[in-house]
């Protein structure tokens, strides 16, 4: 029998699930609707963060609260919170990395710039 934490574990969970359905979709329109290459980057990290770590952390709660899963929910949740924390470690420093390689080979227009400061880094 389902106790009043397992329900309240799978609401939260479904509302985190939410949440990441409308980062997903504001993550998709921005990337229509942004002028340049680094803003569109800047969207695709709202969606790789709010997208995909909130709602892997919304399945974390959600196996947690299903009692008809037994003693492998907390492998589910152990697992999907792992993956979740990867994916927040990994998300931020890849489009870092993509842009600084952008920049830096200039592939993308920089315009309209006020300060660069990479630019300023190298002296140029």
């Given at each position: 029998m389902a106790t009043l934490l397992d329900w309240a574990l799978v609401i939260i969970g479904q509302a985190l699930i939410t949440i990441g359905v409308f980062c997903d979709l504001a993550a998709a329109i921005s990337m229509l609707r942004f002028p340049n290459f680094y803003t569109r980057l800047h969207a695709l990290t709202v969606g790789s963060?709010?997208?995909?770590?909130?709602?892997i952390v919304g399945v974390a709660f959600i196996a947690a609260g299903s009692e008809f899963l037994g003693v492998y929910r907390w492998f589910l949740a152990g697992s999907s919170l792992v993956i979740a924390v990867v994916e927040l470690l990994l998300a931020g420093s890849g489009s870092h990395a993509i842009a600084r390689a952008t920049h830096r080979a200039k592939a993308a227009p920089t315009q309209p710039i006020i300060v660069d400061k990479l630019e300023e880094e190298r002296g140029g």
């Open positions: 963060v709010g997208g995909a770590f909130v709602p």
